[in-house]
Each structure stands twice: as C-alpha cells, then as structure tokens.
C-alpha cells in the first residue's frame, strides 16, 4: 500500500508562509476528495479516483488561468511578427520535428509562434534519445558511481546526525554528488578554444560548415575559433548528440544540460531537460523523498534554486518548459516570483495556444502509459500546479550571479549579479540546510496574490 502523498511536499518542520490558495479553491479541492493533514493537503489514495483527479488539475488551472487573465486573452502584438530573419529560438531548429509533418510544406515565412511551437516539438522530441538502453549504458560507464554513491551514503549519515527531522534520502545526496562530478571532473566550460596548432588565443569568427560526421552527430553549427596568430580556423561542431559530448567533454550550457540530463537518466533518476526562452538550459530532477521537481543546473552546480535566473542573474524570463520521455509542463511560474512583470514578456504565442499545444503532445505521448503512471503524474502536475500559483520568496543562495561562463560572456548576457552574493561551489551542506528549511506551504491565510 502506498502512503498518502502530501499535496505540498514534505511534512517535516513547515514554515510559516502565506497560502496561496484561494477560499474557493481550498474549499473545492476539499470537496474533491482531498484531506487536511496536519500541515498540508494530501491525496487520500483509495478513493480518488482519475476522473477527480483530472477535475481537480483543471480546477487548478482554471484557477491559474482567472490569476494570468488580463494577459492571455487579448492577442499579443509579438505573437503575428513576420520573422524572416530572425535568429532562429530553437536549439536543434534543424531536427525533424513531426512524423506526421511534411516538411515541404512549411511556411516559407515563419511567425513567433510557428518558431516557438516547433521548439516545443523539437525538444520533446529531443529527450528520447535519453531513453536509449544502450546510451544509457555508455553514460553509466562514465560515472565514478560506486565512489558518488559511498559519499552520498557517508554525507547522508552526517546530515541525519546534523538533524534528525530531515528526510532527505541518499538519492537527494546523489543527485548533488553528480553535480559536483560533473562540473569540477568531467565537463569543461568553453568559451574560446586556445588554438590548437599554435597554443594562441582565438577569436568568434562567422560560423563554418559542418561537416558529413557534423551532422551525424547533431551540430549544424559549427563555430570558428579563429587564431589571429597563426591565421588557422579552430573548427567547434556544437553537438546536440549527447552521445557524442560523453567524447567531447565540454560546451556551453546546451552541450551542458543535455550530457547532464542523459547521465541522470542514465543513474535512474527521473529526469526533464528545462528549456527557457531567454536562451539557457538546465535539469530538473524528481525527488522521492520530497515528492518535487529539483531544480539542477549543471553549469553552475546548483541545485534547488530556481529563482537563481531571475533575482541571481536579473533576467527577464517569459517562458521555461520541461521536457521529458512522459510529459511537456510550462514550469516558468516555478522560476519567477514576479509574475506580475513576467507575464507581459510572454508575447511568442497565444497563452491558448501554447496549453493547447502541450495537452495535444502530452495526449499522444501519454498514450502508452498505464493507468497507475498516468495517475502519478496527474498527481505531481496538481503538486506543481499549485506551487506555481503560489508566491515565493528568494532564498540566500538565489541572489548570486552566474558563475560558469568568462566575465566578458556573463556580462554580455546580462547575468552579472544585481547583489553581490558569493555562491559558493558544492557547499553541500548549505544546500542541505535550505532543503530541510524551505520546505513548504502550509494551510494558513488566504491570499490571491501571485
Ligand atoms: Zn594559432
């Protein structure tokens, strides 16, 4: 028999926070069949049944959508542009991006929207190849994981001594091992190659062509990094193949998240490769034992920060979309706690349109799953559905500026920290502290604001 699932995460030490839910909603959700615990909601399992539970999804988002009113119901003025030449948003915008899509009979002129659609396609399309047994395998290969795993089990047992009440399990622990692994042994963050005939500094040129093998894996950009000592072109194939980047090593955040994510898929996590629109990616890790979407960046060995981006880095986010072998989730409200400025930037497509299109992708990959999976994960999108229509706070270790990447290339992007804020590198234990105090939302006063 499974345990209940707590509708807001964990149960242990919950700190005041004001509830997000509405009285109305609180009520209908009670009436649907869900319980009061002692600190939050819970799904009661034997009696709820899928059709509940879908009601209470739509319920949620019906709610959602009353709070994002006001913006998704007039038409964007961004949403019709004519984009002829405009920088193309999807990472991979040369994949295959429907089977059932005749390529030739695309549009020659593209809109926002048609981009922004086929990015989702892409993507979702993309994280399948993390399914691959023999991929996986290969990954698997490449990670100490008997000596990430004796630490996890040692730190676990440290931290159970530092507090009792945590029930963090050594998964979580893990998961902040293979960050660590992975930025300070195995990958490598490149912004100009040294040249490889003379040792020289090089300098961005415009892009090369890719070559036969190029395409095999995946890069049809190639980059030139060219020597102004030696006059020679040092070819850099951005390869969106994570097969061959567990060859190559090393990237910038693309190359990054997507080696990441397949090594997570590969040490049995449950994982999604997060896509934001203003051009960076990331993971997201599910975690058992806090029954939530961890947010992990690779890149900046970080975990469980997600508001790092807008409050660490000052960016200005619109949308951020989870991607994984079971489902497609607009998580951008988990990275923001100004919704309120956010929600004017999502100009791309029609707010309609873009839930539309992610039921339809999520119907036909759902399709072959069970009932007891599909089940599941209608329970995790309510979990997450009212995380995202509740207000956050930043936490300290969500002020910091971006750490990967030169100075030149961080201030060129604009993520140079607004507070000066030293963001330590696999300080485990800080990380740990926030874990087993950010915890959760407790049923308290009512509040409407987002
Ligand atoms: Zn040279």
Not at 79 to 90: F, G, L, N, Y
Request: proline share 4%.
């Amino acid at each position: 028999m499974r345990k209940n699932i707590s509708l807001f995460g964990l149960k242990t030490k919950p700190f005041s926070l004001d509830c997000c839910l509405s009285e109305e909603l609180l009520n209908v959700l009670l009436k649907w069949g869900l319980k009061r615990g002692e600190t939050c909601l819970v799904f009661p399992k034997d009696d709820t049944s899928i059709k509940q539970l879908h009601k209470i999804r739509d319920l949620v988002t019906g709610e959602r959508n009353i709070r994002l009113n006001g913006s998704n119901t007039t038409e964007m003025s961004g949403s019709s542009r004519r984009v002829t030449d405009m920088q193309p948003v999807a990472h991979r915008p040369s994949r295959t991006l429907d089977s059932n899509q005749d390529p030739t009979a695309q549009p020659a002129v593209m809109t926002f929207e048609s981009i922004f659609l086929k990015t989702l396609q892409s993507n979702f399309l993309h994280v399948m190849v993390y399914e691959n047994p023999s991929l996986q395998k290969k990954a698997l290969a490449c990670i100490p994981i008997q000596e990430l795993s004796r630490n996890a089990h040692e730190k676990l047992i440290q931290a159970r001594k530092m507090d009792r009440g945590h029930a963090l399990n050594e998964q979580d622990i893990l998961l902040l091992e293979l960050l660590n692994w992975f930025k300070c042994d195995f990958f490598q963050w490149v912004n100009n190659l040294p040249c490889s005939k003379c040792g020289g500094q090089t300098e961005s040129k415009e892009n090369l062509s890719p070559s036969e093998d190029d395409l095999r894996w995946d890069a049809s950009r190639v980059e030139n990094h060219f020597c102004n000592h030696c006059q020679f072109s040092n070819r850099f194939p951005r390869y969106n193949n994570p097969e061959k980047l567990l060859e190559t090593r090393r990237g910038r955040c693309g190359e990054w998240s997507n080696c990441f994510t397949l090594f997570c898929r590969a040490v049995g996590f449950e994982a999604r490769y997060i896509w934001d629109a203003t051009d960076h990616v990331w993971t997201e890790v599910y975690s058992s034992s806090q029954q939530r979407w961890l947010h992990c960046d690779p890149c900046e060995n970080v975990c469980d920060k997600p508001l790092l981006y807008e409050m660490g880095w000052g960016k200005k986010l619109s949308y951020i979309i989870a991607f994984s072998k079971d489902e497609v989730v607009d998580v951008t409200w988990r990275y923001s706690c100004k919704h309120e400025d956010l929600l004017p930037r999502r100009t791309q497509v029609k707010e309609a349109v873009l839930r539309e299109t992610i039921n339809n992708l999520n119907k036909v990959r759902q399709q072959s799953l069970t009932e007891g999976r599909r089940r599941e994960l209608l329970e995790r999108i309510i979990v997450e559905l009212v995380e995202f229509i509740s207000p956050k706070t930043p936490k300290p270790g969500e002020l910091g500026g971006r750490v990967s990447g030169s100075v030149a290339w961080r201030v060129a992007r604009g993520e140079i920290a607004l507070e000066v804020f030293n963001a330590s590198i696999g300080d485990h234990f800080r990380i740990l502290s926030l874990w087993s105090s950010c915890s959760l939302l407790t049923l308290g006063p009512q509040s409407r604001e987002i």
